[in-house]
C-alpha cells in the first residue's frame, strides 16, 4: 500500500484514502500546468475566483477514484490541449500516492481570463 491509505476500511476490498489530501494534490497539480491560472491570481481574487482550481474527489460503487476539476484558463490556451495536460498532470500525482484504480478526471474550464489582466 501507498501514502494514501490512512485507515482500514470496513470492506476489505475497499481502500480508504485520505481524500481531501487527494482533491488538495489535483488542485496544486492543475495550477502549475502551464496555461492555468493559479490561485495568486489577483485578477481571479477580484473576480471572486480565488480558490480556482478547485478539485473534487471520491470513490464510486466499484472503489474507483473519479476527479472533478474545475479551473480558470488563461486566454490563447488551446483547450484541449490544457484539458489534455491537466488530466495527465492530475493521473500522474494520484498514481504516485496511491495503487487504487482511477476511472475518470474530468476538467472543466470555468472561465477564460486574458494574462493582460493579470
Do not use: C
Not at 16 to 30: F, S, W
Not at 71 to 76: F, T
Not at 102 to 109: Q, S
Amino acid at each position: 500500500m501507498k501514502v494514501a491509505m490512512v485507515t482500514e476500511s470496513v470492506y476489505p476490498e475497499v481502500p480508504v484514502l485520505d481524500i481531501a489530501a487527494l482533491e488538495r494534490g489535483a488542485a496544486r497539480d492543475a495550477w502549475h500546468v502551464e496555461g492555468v491560472a493559479g490561485p495568486q491570481n489577483r485578477f481571479l481574487q477580484m473576480l471572486r475566483l480565488k480558490g480556482y482550481p478547485k478539485s473534487r474527489v471520491w470513490l464510486d460503487r466499484h472503489g474507483k477514484i473519479n476527479v472533478d476539476l474545475r479551473i480558470v484558463a488563461l486566454y490563447g490556451t488551446d483547450l484541449g490541449l490544457l484539458g489534455s495536460k491537466v488530466q495527465d498532470a492530475v493521473h500522474e500525482s494520484i498514481r504516485r500516492v496511491t495503487d487504487t484504480p482511477i476511472n475518470k478526471i474530468r476538467v472543466r474550464v470555468v472561465r477564460v481570463v486574458s494574462p493582460k489582466t493579470l
